[in-house]
């Protein structure tokens, strides 16, 4: 978690990093085994080099998967909502085999694992979490629907929808990076538990909870009714229209889990700025794949989120360098006044 005494450099990144406490011994929470600092913190980069491929290779994949469902013949928002948290159940195997009844090892140690939380408090988590999951998704949706028809030769938007996509851009972007921050919050103050099992019931039950909501905005707007023929007027066909849907779904569900894995390793902070590092990502394979023009517009966004990455990790790297400097001279101040005593 967030280390907040005296160390400047998390309370300004809020980078947050293994202890690595020489004298004892580490408890992984998982497997409940004894483990040594440095091999902890190994595992600990592993774990967030993963995160990262996750994120990045999932949020890439369903960026484009979701333009193809546009671009051949998909128009429904709340099928594109969907298909953003529909995909959980893929997850439910992993969290079974991560599941404290499936743990190798009962051997009790003197670090315990802290008292569960109410089942009230993650009920509301979770409730609260996805509603908040599925506005973001369908203002996300509604706005990349109006991106890819303003594209189009045949399509004209109007002035005012152009503003609505605009407000639904904005107000996704919000909401997050709101999402992001109380994930982090709920980590700390309510779940309280450093394992994989908790970051997947995040991921699980919050998805459960947009996806049911999707589902009554699927039937409440009507759009359930044109569902069959955008799937007959689709240009690639039905079996890809489904394919193209599932493998959206999945794909989300991959860049999710290393979105809230970085939250639980990290920070939210972070979390953000590895998202934004697939802007520039995007756009090369929408070159590739779609025959995309790159112009202008497209390449300053690409130069802006490099530039802010290297911005955060060169920052990180400064206040690093000043924190381990101001441990060094705290260390010499002390051993002299022992030697003077």
């Not at 004298?23 to 993963?50: C, F, G």
């Not at 298909?83 to 140690?109: E, H, N, R, W, Y």
């Not at 099992?197 to 009507?222: N, P, R």
Request: proline share 3%; aromatic share 12%.
């Amino acid at each position: 978690m967030i280390h907040h005494g005296g160390c400047k450099r998390a309370a300004t990144t809020n980078w947050r990093e293994p202890k690595l406490n020489e004298e004892d011994p580490v408890v992984d929470m998982d497997n409940h085994d004894l483990q040594h600092p440095r091999t902890r913190s190994y595992k600990w980069l592993i774990r967030v080099a993963a995160y990262i491929v996750f994120l990045l290779s999932g949020q890439s994949a369903a960026t484009l998967l979701g333009r193809l469902y546009y671009d051949k013949g998909g128009n429904s928002k709340w099928m594109a909502t969907f298909v953003q948290s529909a995909g959980f159940p893929i997850l439910i195997p992993l969290l079974i085999f991560f599941s404290p009844m499936f743990s190798k090892s009962t051997k009790s140690t003197r670090t315990q694992s802290p008292t569960k939380p109410k089942l009230s408090s993650l009920a509301f988590v979770y409730l609260t979490f996805g509603l908040l999951l599925t506005g973001d998704n369908l203002m996300y949706s509604y706005a990349s629907l109006l991106a890819v028809h303003s594209d189009s030769d045949t399509t004209k938007i109007s002035r005012a929808k152009y503003v609505i996509g605009f407000l639904c851009t904005l107000g996704a972007s919000a909401t997050y990076s709101l999402y992001l921050s109380l994930v982090q919050l709920s980590f700390e103050k309510v779940i309280k538990r450093e394992t994989f099992s908790a970051v997947l019931d995040m991921q699980i039950y919050t998805s459960f909870v947009a996806t049911c909501s999707c589902v009554v905005g699927l039937f409440a707007s009507g759009e359930w009714r044109k569902l069959g023929d955008e799937m007959k007027v689709y240009e690639e066909g039905r079996v890809s229209y489904l394919m193209t849907l599932i493998w959206t779904a999945l794909t989300w569900q991959i860049s999710s889990v290393g979105l809230l894995g970085l939250i639980f390793e990290v920070s939210s902070l972070f979390s953000n700025v590895i998202s934004t590092l697939a802007l520039p990502v995007v756009p090369i394979l929408a070159v590739i794949f779609f025959h995309d023009k790159m112009d202008g517009i497209k390449v300053m966004a690409m130069i802006l989120a490099i530039w802010g990455f290297i911005s955060y990790i060169y920052q990180h790297y400064l206040d690093d360098a000043k924190s381990r400097k101001d441990e060094t001279n705290v260390t010499e101040v002390a051993g002299g006044t022992t030697e003077m005593c």
